[in-house]
């Protein structure tokens, strides 16, 4: 929410949407397009890949800016696996300011959308 908000605050245009799809285009960020292919590798099972990715990135971006891409690309991770572990549901004002984003990017497909009841339920 905070990418989206802090964008529309700066008056960029951004377009989410490519965290879903790996189209090449940037959505509006800067090296959008290199970063979701390294998260996508970061995730992934290669190790190879991860690395060919880490490599591209890390030049692209510089030694600072890598270690903060790698530090969120972590946080997130470990926040998102312990709140699903736990059963955390999303928080009711998160959960109405985010609804039509979490519809947009189709993310009631994952299992841990469970945790998150429709709108008004909670």
Do not use: K
Request: hydrophobic residues 45%; contains cysteine; proline residues 3%.
């Amino acid at each position: 929410m905070l990418l989206r908000v802090s964008g529309e605050t700066e008056g960029a245009e951004l377009d989410l949407a490519n965290i879903n799809v790996n189209s090449g285009a940037d959505g509006g960020v800067a090296h959008g397009a290199a970063l979701v292919v390294f998260v996508d590798a970061a995730m992934g099972g290669d190790p190879a890949e991860t690395q060919r990715q880490r490599s591209s990135l890390r030049g692209l971006l510089g030694d600072p800016a890598f270690v903060d891409t790698c530090a969120v690309i972590g946080a997130f991770n470990v926040v998102d696996r312990i709140a699903d572990a736990t059963g955390i549901p999303l928080d009711g004002f998160l959960q109405a300011g985010t609804e039509n984003l979490r519809r947009e990017l189709g993310l009631a497909r994952f299992a841990s959308a469970a945790n998150t009841p429709a709108a008004g339920t909670s």
